[in-house]
């Protein structure tokens, strides 16, 4: 069993920068995908990003909404995933989910993936 536990949301005026940080506990499989995914009120959950690790690491995904801005990484010594956002924009507020795939496959879909955790709230004022 894989527990998630996602911290570092808030607050933050446009044009700012915050870094969501994912601690991951329990067995995963040798390959697996983290995915990074937010929902704001009445909209569809959207993935914001997507890296491949484990024994077939290192592919990555962005959307086109993100892109430049927002940046998947590892620290491998706190077994966490972090994502820097930076120049954040209103449209960017949501509740923020980081995500674990049993798949070595770089991917969008929420149904890709099979462990969450509970979200934390960025919120971006203009």
């Known amino acids: 069993q894989v527990q998630l536990g996602e911290s570092g949301g808030g607050l933050v005026q446009a044009g700012g920068s915050l870094r969501l940080s994912c601690a991951a506990s329990?067995?995963?499989?040798?390959?697996?995908?983290m995915g990074w995914f937010r929902q704001a009120p009445g909209k569809e959950r959207e993935c914001v990003a997507s890296m491949s690790l484990g024994r077939r690491g290192g592919d990555t995904y962005y959307p086109d909404s993100v892109k430049g801005r927002f940046t998947n990484s590892r620290d491998n010594a706190k077994n966490t995933v972090l994502l820097q956002m930076d120049s954040l924009k209103p449209e960017d507020t949501a509740v923020y989910y980081c995500?674990?795939?049993?798949?070595?496959?770089?991917?969008?879909?929420?149904?890709?993936?099979?462990?969450w955790g509970q979200g934390t709230q960025v919120t971006v004022s203009s």
């Open positions: 995500a674990l795939g049993l798949t070595s496959v770089v991917s969008a879909h929420v149904e890709r993936y099979n462990y």
């Open positions: 329990g067995r995963t499989s040798s390959s697996y995908i």
